[in-house]
């Protein structure tokens, strides 16, 4: 997704919100009276420089206006002129990031062994400590760095540099998002740091899209594959349940979106090449 396209999908949803307060005859202050927010948090929504408001947020907003999630995100994300279905009635895709649009990253700790003398394994394991901290928002990347220096007892560290470095682009999959894209609605739906969406999207690491919705886990502060952030998922594609497909390399993420009633597939990224062709082949137009 280029920088237009954000802007674009930000700007209509702040427009969508602006409108909606006006019908209900509310000021700004009013809203934010009732909503509990700040006066500089609900202006910079409307005029769509939070590039990712928070779902909750929105949800507030919702109350406040006696209306529904669907009726203010779905409106947005799912303003689709001339709407497709693949042959099994799918019309909105999201795509999991590690493992399916990007090879994983534990080159990485082999990297940081190499820089520190320390085993990969000791790195590991001092990573996965804070992992779920900085996927879910609540550790900046900041105190990350530092927490995961001070476990690995070296001066400083810089998990996003490294992790940039060592991701690598599957190419097939990146042209198959961008097919996609010119037939149906397509997301992204990730467990994965705060800024590192926009970081990949800036060093072309992700397909270059108009993505119509972006579930990053340390914006809705929920990780895969707790129910939850399939529910936001789903308000924020505005689609039906049985109109949305995830792909995903890691099958218990698959499940609950099954449970939910979204259609699933597992992408083996050990063989990328024939998993991108069986996504290919499920997404053919009807």
């Known amino acids: 997704m280029n920088d237009k396209g954000v802007v674009g999908l930000e700007k209509s949803l702040g427009l969508t919100l602006q409108r909606a307060r006006q019908k209900a005859g509310l000021t700004q202050q009013a809203m934010c009276q009732r909503a509990g927010l700040s006066y500089s948090t609900l202006a910079k929504i409307e005029r769509g420089a939070i590039k990712a408001p928070s779902i909750f947020t929105i949800k507030q907003i919702a109350e406040v206006l006696h209306s529904s999630l669907d009726d203010l995100v779905g409106s947005v994300a799912g303003n689709a002129p001339d709407k497709k279905f693949t042959k099994s009635g799918v019309s909105f895709i999201y795509f999991d990031i590690n493992g399916c649009l990007v090879r994983f990253f534990h080159r990485a700790f082999t990297a940081i062994a190499k820089d520190t003398d320390l085993s990969p394994d000791a790195i590991e394991t001092a990573f996965w400590q804070y992992n779920d901290a900085i996927c879910t928002g609540r550790m900046s990347i900041e ?64 397909p270059r899209i108009d993505y119509h919705a972006i579930v990053d886990s340390s914006k809705v502060g929920v990780l895969k594959p707790d129910p939850k952030i399939y529910e936001i998922a789903e308000a924020m594609a505005g689609v039906p349940a049985s109109e949305i497909l995830l792909v995903d390399d890691t099958r218990a993420n698959l499940m609950p979106a099954q449970r939910a009633g979204w259609n699933v597939m597992w992408f083996n990224d050990y063989d990328s090449m024939e998993a991108t062709e069986r996504v290919r082949a499920a997404l053919e137009p009807a």
């Open 143 to 206: 105190d990350f760095n530092k927490s995961f220096a001070k476990d690995l007892d070296v001066p400083h560290m810089n998990w996003q540099k490294y992790y940039l470095d060592a991701v690598d682009p599957i190419i097939e999959m990146h042209e198959l998002v961008k097919w996609a894209s010119k037939n149906y609605q397509v997301g992204l739906l990730s467990n994965i740091g705060t800024g590192f969406v926009q970081s990949m999207l800036k060093h072309g690491l992700l």
